[in-house]
Nanobody, 122 residues
Framework: QVQLVESGGGLVQPGGSLRLSCAASGSIFAVYVMAWYRQAPGKQRELVANIISGGSTNYADSVKGRFTISRDNAKNTVYLQMNSLKPEDTAVYYC????????????????WGQGTQVTVSS
């Protein structure tokens, strides 16, 4: 019953900021990787950023210098701070996590949140 729940999306003007949050809950043994993806209408879902337990991060070239991913391991929560937002950032943002359940610690699985809409428009 592992679930990911996103929050923080909304409408913002170009140049503005938003912070997305995603909390994992359920019978969890370990959360190895947490990530944010996004998907705009008519386009494929793409990786925005990810972060592993040790803190290493990766970013899409299009968001480097503007977005920051972070996590709170004690709360199984990942954040995406989005600054200097552009209209092309408009998309549904999805939380993703690679998680091992307590009963299957040796076999992690991908989990997805329901998505949160981010719209950047004047």
């Amino acid at each position: 019953q592992v679930q990911l729940v996103e929050s923080g999306g909304g409408l913002v003007q170009p140049g503005g900021s938003l912070r997305l949050s995603c909390a994992a809950s359920g019978s969890i043994f370990a959360v190895y990787v947490m990530a944010w993806y996004r998907q705009a209408p008519g386009k494929q879902r793409e990786l925005v950023a990810n972060i592993i337990s040790g803190g290493s991060t990766n970013y899409a070239d299009s968001v480097k210098g503007r977005f920051t991913i972070s996590r709170d391991n004690a709360k199984n929560t990942v954040y995406l701070q989005m600054n200097s937002l552009k209209p092309e950032d408009t998309a549904v943002y999805y939380c993703n996590a690679y998680i091992a359940g307590r009963s299957t610690w040796h076999s992690p699985s991908d989990y997805w949140g329901q998505g949160t809409q981010v719209t950047v428009s004047s």
